[in-house]
């Protein structure tokens, strides 16, 4: 189905992006949540995903917050933390949702 190769595709190219910067560590938050939402639909558990999705948002928030406040250590600490697991774990969690894909596909 290209529904779902182009899927495969956007998650790949975010994947590759991912270590360049935070804004596209967001956006492979965003193809992840697009995947998740998709193999769901599919009666396919996508909740794998889940995870990957708390950690990058996590660290989106508490930069955003940083952005509104001020610089905050604790939040600084926080916001590197989740960032760096996300950054650690992204590939196995990118790779079982492409197989996962894969098997859909006719």
């Given at each position: 189905c290209a529904?779902?190769?182009r899927r495969a595709h956007s998650l790949r190219e975010a994947l590759a992006?991912?270590?360049r910067g935070k804004e596209?560590?967001?956006r492979l938050r965003i193809e992840a949540k697009k995947t998740r939402y998709l193999l769901d639909a599919l009666g396919r558990s996508g909740d794998f995903l889940k995870?990957?999705?708390s950690r990058i948002g996590r660290a989106h928030d508490l930069e955003l917050l940083q952005?509104?406040?001020g610089f905050c250590p604790a939040a600084a600490r926080i916001e590197a933390r989740e960032r760096t697991a996300a950054r650690h774990g992204m590939r196995p969690v990118v790779a079982r949702a492409l197989r996962e894909l894969e098997s859909l596909a006719p």
């Open positions: 529904g779902l190769r992006a991912a270590p596209e560590l967001h995870n990957l999705q952005k509104l406040l």
